[in-house]
């Protein structure tokens, strides 16, 4: 067993955390740091993702050092679908309309879990659709149309 | 005695059918919105705002307090059902409510929930009323060393809670806090980390965090194993909680009730902050501690996070009411 596959889970949350705090740690150079008494925009976010970097080193050597929990299988094509899905309907909403975007997100979200089935997949998207725009946009009256521009609404 | 003569004179006015009838329909919307995910008290309130301005002052003023109850409710059925919590002081139900919910013990979660927001939220309405000028005394003398103080309290109660590695929980502590950074700094106006993108000037939304964490994490671990996920589709039973299960949850009620009278009393610290402090006291006093979370109908947290209710909603209940409605 050699030292990457000791304790992987530990490894990669390390590597998560490092990298997280290096993003912060660059980026807050950019504003002023300040002094502790008086404090820069900065002072925070370096202090803080200095913090991050330790702890994600300190992870980072358990994963190294100690045996520990394997990891479990990425659902790649699940996250994927469901995000896509996700960023479709955002981007649609508006200039498509409510009723169109639920639609097109719950027929891309029931490929996360094949098998499709067409029925019971355009039942649900007719139903929630509808009830979509019956609470949203005629009970609560958020500012989405039901169809877009896209729609000529 | 003044504050049984206001109490009188409150009811005096309140109840009446009409009234009554205004609350009733207030906290049926308001629980029928906060269910939705992601929809808290307070967006629910901002878009069900226009419905009240009909009436008049008084029956506007009980049917909002309605609706907040009933949103601040409803949040809790989501965070058990399906463990995603509406808003930061339903996270805490979000932890044990949805284990219970897995176990097939949804329905007594949800009763638990119902009953001890309901107990706590009356009687910490009563002694808000009781004690208002004293209470509202001390809240004015909390200074900034206080608010900070409470705040490492908050935080620190978020990692003894957390199961599992402490380390990670330090780390993810860490990292919530520099997401929270993210936005216009409060003290010098600068955007910071938002790289020109003006949504991101007001800051990364605890709804939005919320539902990136706990919903779609949710929902990709039950795709990850198809076989365990029927806490969503099986049907709720069991509502009534049994004679032990009642037993069970009176102590800890009755503790919630006072963490949160007391903690939420401060401005702003407010419902997550006694969530969170109720729930650790809960599972150091539960009596297998390493069974807390299967074996404790207990009566967790959410009962404090009325206390807060009881006290936010004056302050945003009277200026929107206030205003629009003098024709």
Redesign the interface.
């Known amino acids: 067993m050699n030292f990457l596959t000791r304790n992987p889970k530990?490894l990669l949350?390390g590597l998560l955390?490092l990298a997280?705090?290096l993003f912060?740690f660059v980026?807050s150079h950019e504003?002023?740091l300040g002094t502790a008494r008086r404090?820069?925009?900065g002072y925070?976010?370096y202090f803080?993702?200095i913090?991050?970097m330790i702890?994600?080193g300190?992870?980072l050597a358990?994963g190294l050092l100690r045996e520990g929990g394997e990891l479990?299988?990425f659902?790649w094509k699940?996250?994927t679908v469901?995000?896509v899905g996700?960023l479709l309907f955002a981007f649609l909403v508006r200039p498509a309309g409510m009723v169109p975007a639920v639609m097109l997100y719950v027929v891309c979200a029931a490929f996360?879990?094949p098998p499709v089935r067409p029925i019971p997949v355009a039942i649900t998207a007719v139903l929630l659709s509808a009830f979509c725009w019956l609470?949203f946009v005629r009970g609560?009256?958020?500012p989405f149309p039901a169809f877009g521009t896209w729609f000529g609404g | 005695m003044e504050v049984f003569d206001g109490l009188i004179i409150g009811f005096g006015a309140a109840l009446s059918w009409q009234n009554l009838f205004y609350c009733l329909i207030g906290v049926l919307l308001g629980t029928l919105?906060g269910v939705?995910p992601g929809l808290g008290p307070v967006a629910t309130i901002a878009?069900?705002l226009?419905i009240t301005f009909a009436l008049p002052p008084l029956a506007a003023l009980i049917m909002l307090a309605g609706i907040f109850y009933g949103a601040q409710y409803g949040g809790s059925t989501t965070a058990i059902l399906i463990n995603v919590p509406g808003e930061s002081s339903s996270v805490v139900t979000a932890l044990d409510g949805y284990k219970m919910a897995r176990a097939g013990r949804a329905g007594a979660a949800l009763a638990t929930a119902a009953i001890g927001s309901f107990f706590a939220g009356t009687i910490a309405t009563l002694l808000v009323a009781a004690f208002a000028p004293l209470l509202a005394r001390i809240a004015l003398q909390f200074g900034p060393a206080e608010y900070f103080s409470l705040m490492v309290l908050g935080l620190v109660a978020s990692i003894v809670l957390a199961s599992g590695?402490l380390?990670?929980a330090?780390?993810m502590i860490?990292?919530g806090?520099?997401l929270g950074?993210i936005g216009q700094?409060v003290?010098?106006g600068?955007p910071?980390?938002t790289f020109g993108v003006r949504e991101l000037f007001d800051g990364i939304g605890f709804v939005i965090l919320a539902m990136g964490m706990f919903g779609?994490g949710e929902?990709?671990?039950n795709?990850?194993n198809?076989e365990q996920r029927d806490a969503l589709t099986r049907k709720v039973t069991g509502l009534m909680p049994s004679k032990e299960d009642l037993k069970r949850i009176v102590a800890p009620v009755l503790r919630g009730t006072a963490i949160g009278s007391a903690l939420g009393i401060l401005p702003g610290g407010g419902a997550t902050l006694a969530a969170f402090a109720a729930y650790s006291i809960e599972k150091k006093t539960s009596k297998p501690p390493e069974g807390f979370a299967t074996a404790r109908s207990r009566a967790w947290r959410r009962r404090k996070a009325p206390t807060t209710r009881a006290r936010r909603p004056p302050s945003c209940r009277c200026s929107p009411s206030a205003s629009p409605r003098t024709p």
Do not use: H
């Open positions: 530990d949350s955390f997280a705090g912060f980026y504003y002023q404090m820069g925009p925070f976010p803080l993702s913090g991050l702890i994600g300190l992870v358990r479990g299988r659902a699940e996250l469901i995000i996700i996360a879990y609470v609560l009256g958020l | 919105i939705l878009m069900l226009p590695s380390l990670k330090l780390g860490l990292l806090l520099l950074l700094d003290n010098s600068v910071r980390f779609v929902i990709v671990k795709l990850e198809p």
